[in-house]
């Protein structure tokens, strides 16, 4: 069945670092690619997505590429605020119209000032 | 738009106790599912519905009852309460979608449940 391994956390950066959180998938066909986020106390939003291969998502200067040669979707930043903590969840969605979502384990990620 | 609305917010149940966690969206959503969050392992599905009158299990279904009696509402039933229960529960909701397409799932804000 459809899995997505994500980068074990937690991670803490200092406030203008680089940030990548690492994501991997397995599915057949030709999956959707989505990263939500967790902000504390609250419910999941989506950040953003990529619906085929080779598309770029992105979002609130994040980005993710649709890797499919090699099944990744890399969440990436080029300068993290402390308003980025949160939790980072990688998912995909079958490739059928199929609504389900897979969700990875969740990458907590805290910034310091 | 209230978006998915969720409640309660917070429940203590001991073990045996039955409770319905409830679940209501305003967007006109066809689908909709529950999902329990635990550390380490994600969100899990429980059950899910892709409209009214219809409903199939997810993951981890077993302990969970659903119905979905209107487009709006979604709720969990816990029949007999176990403390493997205790969890961070979400409802989320989205469109319905045509083959190829994609869905972004809009979430409530999350029940947490503890069981003693």
């Known amino acids: 069945g459809d899995s997505v391994t994500q980068m074990e956390g937690p991670v803490t950066l200092s406030e203008e670092a680089f940030l990548t959180i690492n994501c991997t998938y397995t599915a057949t066909g030709y999956p959707s690619l989505f990263w939500y986020v967790q902000y504390p106390g609250e419910g999941l939003q989506l950040l953003l997505k990529?619906?085929?291969?080779?598309d770029k998502g992105s979002n609130k200067g994040f980005e993710a590429t649709y890797r499919k040669e090699t099944t990744s979707f890399h969440l990436e930043k080029g300068s993290v605020q402390v308003s980025d903590s949160a939790v980072y969840f990688c998912?995909?969605?079958?490739?059928?119209?199929?609504?389900?979502?897979?969700f990875g384990t969740g990458t907590r990620l805290t910034i310091i000032p | 738009n209230a978006g998915v609305t969720q409640t309660p917010k917070f429940q203590v149940l001991k073990t045996g106790q039955s409770m319905t966690l409830q679940c209501a969206q305003d967007?006109?959503?066809?689908?909709m599912s529950w999902y329990r969050q635990d550390p380490g392992m994600g969100l899990r599905l429980i059950h899910y519905s892709v409209g009214a009158g219809i409903t199939d299990q997810g993951e981890v279904p077993n302990g969970y009852n659903v119905s979905r009696s209107t487009t709006e509402d979604f709720p969990l039933r816990l029949l007999s309460a176990a403390p493997s229960q205790t969890s961070v529960y979400f409802c989320?909701?989205?469109?319905?979608?045509?083959?190829?397409?994609?869905?972004?799932?809009?979430f409530g804000p999350g029940t947490r449940l503890t069981v003693l």
């Open positions: 967007m006109n959503h066809e689908y």
């Open positions: 998912a995909l969605s079958g490739s059928f119209g199929n609504e389900k979502l897979t």
């Open positions: 990529a619906t085929k291969a080779d």
């Open positions: 989320a909701s989205s469109p319905s979608l045509g083959r190829g397409g994609y869905n972004e799932q809009f």
